[in-house]
């Protein structure tokens, strides 16, 4: 048998993408200021954003993006992170739509969000098929609200865009799938470990602890500080697991925790760049800190459609285990050796990139099938990436990111 190649579903075509991190406004969007006051300013959010502060003094400022060709999509979606403050006060946070390049807007949106963080999908499906399509953040009021802005997206889905991983990795020792975030504030990184299927990272004993800090603490040759999933958000003093894990295994640095400062609810690993763990405020970077970034723990016997894989060994037959499926369904096998995606398909986030090679299975009575393939010789330290789903339950399977022996 050969493997034949498929798409499950094509990746989100991203017609503008902006962080804010060359500033505000970044390249290629310009600012409209009435005068009263420095209008849109850098931020914080998920790294820097845009933020408009409340100003005393009538403010009416924008920013706008460099016209986006969206001629070739049948559908416009734009997605962004926000953080609202002083909502009771807000007189408008508009989303604004032009066509000549900034010299006329129409309304599309007013966002009405309480307090808080949000993120927000905005339809401008009505501009599909048009080529130069500007998108302006407005905001208006007197020593009114605080707007801050970050991760913009303008792709061909409503769908929000699947978060943002820089690494994958399975530990050994558990057989987890463990992913490394962009940097966030926590509160953002475990919102996107939810969107992926786990939480993030519960530590149960040192070795675990070891092994985050060695795989992700110098990822990429670049020192950071990891969000786990412990955090004391509920009842201050008391600390407990977002993945609601009865762990009890701590790590604390000398002198922590210590809520200093009276808002230092969460947790990461790398207090003074060592694998030991300080309680921190909801933040995505700070001056002495590297920056903070998530990370998410999928699996933990949740009971749940599951694969495995065993064997992987170049010249040598692996075999692929799926349990828990549903009995005398389909279940799809799906590997990739181009990365680790992610990706839209019918069943959620795949973590496979395109190209991409799908066998459909069927299980047996007891939820149970499995797949033997010889893994051709001389693709020893090839790295692939194993995914999946069990259409019955339209369930995404645990991910894999293997190494071949």
Same mark, same amino acid.
Not at 197 to 225: C, K, P
């Given at each position: ?11 989100? &075509? ?33 790294? @820097? ?22 001629? #070739? =999509?049948?559908?416009? #979606?734009?997605?962004?992170? &926000? ?30 969000? $309480? ?16 080529? +130069?399509? %500007? ?5 208006? #009021? ?27 990795? =399975? ?15 926590? @509160? ?48 201050? +003093? ?22 200093? $400062? ?7 690993? #790398? ?39 065993? %064997? ?6 692996? &075999? ?86």
């Amino acid at each position: 048998m050969t493997f034949a190649l498929f798409l499950l579903a094509l990746p989100q &075509q991203v017609l503008l993408s902006e962080d804010f991190s060359s500033g505000v406004p970044p390249t290629g969007w310009v600012e409209l200021n009435n005068g009263n006051s420095v209008g849109w300013d850098p931020g914080s959010l998920n790294g @820097t954003a845009a933020f408009h502060n409340d100003d005393s003094g009538y403010n009416d400022n924008a920013i706008f993006s460099p016209p986006i060709d969206a001629s #070739g =999509v049948t559908q416009v #979606g734009l997605h962004f992170d &926000q953080l609202v403050t002083f909502a009771s006060w807000r007189d408008h946070h508009y989303i604004d739509v032009s066509l000549d390049n900034g010299v006329t807007f129409v309304n599309v949106a007013d966002d009405l969000s $309480g307090d808080g963080l949000s993120s927000v999908v905005v339809d401008l499906s009505s501009y599909a098929g048009v080529n +130069g399509v %500007n998108i302006s953040f407005h905001y208006t #009021g007197d020593y009114a609200s605080e707007w801050t802005v970050d991760d913009v997206v303008v792709s061909d889905s409503l769908t929000p865009p699947p978060p943002s991983i820089l690494g994958t990795a =399975v530990n050994p020792a558990n057989g987890h799938t463990y992913h490394l975030l962009d940097s966030s504030t926590w @509160t953002v990184a475990e919102a996107n470990a939810v969107i992926l299927g786990g939480h993030l990272a519960t530590v149960r004993s040192q070795a675990e602890n070891d092994w985050i800090w060695a795989t992700f603490g110098n990822y990429g040759a670049q020192d950071r500080d990891l969000w786990i999933g412990l955090n004391d958000e509920a009842v201050e +003093g008391t600390f407990v697991w977002s993945s609601g894990d009865p762990s009890s295994f701590r790590y604390w640095a000398a002198g922590q925790p210590d809520n200093n $400062g009276g808002n230092e609810n969460y947790v990461h690993i #790398g207090e003074l760049n060592t694998d030991q763990w300080n309680d921190m405020f909801d933040a995505a970077s700070t001056s002495w800190s590297p920056g903070y970034y998530g990370v998410v723990e999928i699996g933990g016997g949740t009971g749940g459609p599951s694969m495995a894989v065993t %064997n992987l060994v170049a010249g040598q037959t692996a &075999q692929v285990d799926f349990s828990n499926c549903t009995a005398n369904g389909v279940v799809y096998f799906v590997w990739s050796v181009v990365g680790g995606g992610p990706v839209n398909t019918p069943f959620g986030t795949g973590y496979v990139s395109p190209p991409f090679n799908i066998i459909p299975l069927t299980a047996d009575a007891n939820g149970n099938t499995n797949i033997s393939k010889l893994v051709p010789s001389g693709l020893t330290g090839w790295n692939i990436w194993f995914h999946g789903a069990d259409a019955g339950s339209a369930t995404m399977l645990n991910s894999l990111a293997l190494v071949i022996g």
